[in-house]
């Protein structure tokens, strides 16, 4: 499979709880970006990385919020004291910037997050 | 302010109709692009069709044509000759900037296509 994938693809978790989601993209992609969607809306942007570097984070990232791609390949985004406003589809997307192309981005399944 | 404006929540159309799904955006940039996605009920994002904003033809894949309107702001999703498969979500989206990382998309349009 040479798709994006997500682990896992569901996680029920109670408010106050630790969560982490992975993201392993596109072997050769050296971007990776992360979004969330909540329910009746589009995907808003969180982050991006471009190798294990983070060089956005939209202010919709609280201080709850952490994502990490430590050698450049599969990203982690852990929320910490999760809270039931969190309670949205994660979906995490990768790309391979060329001159030639328009960087397309290649999203994954997603991670369904619950907080009770 | 909104960037993508879908107008249309949700709307039916029979099988081997046209369909044509509004999109309005708003940017200050000279230089955008402009994507349209598709989003099954098993959440995936399915990209459709790219149009940069200095592409002078209108983008074509497959059933799936852009009606860019760079004056007006608009950049319809047609899709010709529907078919039961198309039933999904679709998502207007916009990349601001050259290479900009970024994409900001619409709260997006339910289709059902209807047999």
């Known amino acids: 499979d040479t798709g994006v994938s997500q682990n896992p693809r569901h996680k029920i978790t109670k408010r106050g709880q630790n969560v982490t989601f992975r993201c392993d993209p596109i072997?050769?992609?050296?971007?990776l970006y992360w979004y969330r969607q909540t329910l009746g809306q589009g995907p808003e942007f969180l982050t991006y990385?471009?190798?294990?570097?983070?060089?956005?984070k939209s202010r919709l990232l609280s201080d709850r919020f952490s994502a990490e791609r430590p050698k450049g390949s599969f990203s982690t985004l852990e929320i910490q004291r999760t809270e039931q406003g969190d309670s949205a589809m994660y979906l995490c997307?990768?790309?391979?910037?060329?001159?030639?192309?328009?960087?397309?981005?290649?999203f994954g399944p997603g991670t369904r997050l619950t907080v009770l | 302010a909104q960037k993508i404006t879908q107008t249309q929540p949700g709307m039916f159309v029979q099988e081997k109709e046209a369909v044509t799904l509004d999109c309005t955006y708003d940017?200050?940039?000279?230089?955008?692009?402009l994507f349209w996605y598709k989003q099954p009920s098993s959440g995936e994002m399915i990209f459709l069709i790219y149009?940069?904003?200095?592409?002078?033809q209108n983008a074509t894949e497959g059933r799936y044509s852009l009606n860019f309107q760079k004056a007006r702001k608009s950049a319809n999703l047609v899709i010709s000759a529907s078919q039961l498969g198309d039933s999904a979500m679709y998502f207007c989206?916009?990349?601001?900037?050259?290479?900009?990382?970024?994409?900001?998309f619409g709260k997006g349009t339910r289709l059902h296509i209807l047999p």
């Open positions: 997307a990768s790309s391979f910037p060329d001159a030639g192309t328009f960087n397309e981005q290649f």
């Open positions: 072997s050769e992609h050296n971007r």
């Open positions: 990385f471009q190798n294990e570097a983070q060089l956005e």
């Open positions: 940017t200050s940039d000279q230089s955008y692009g």
């Open positions: 149009q940069g904003s200095y592409d002078e």
């Open positions: 989206a916009m990349r601001e900037g050259p290479r900009d990382d970024k994409i900001i």
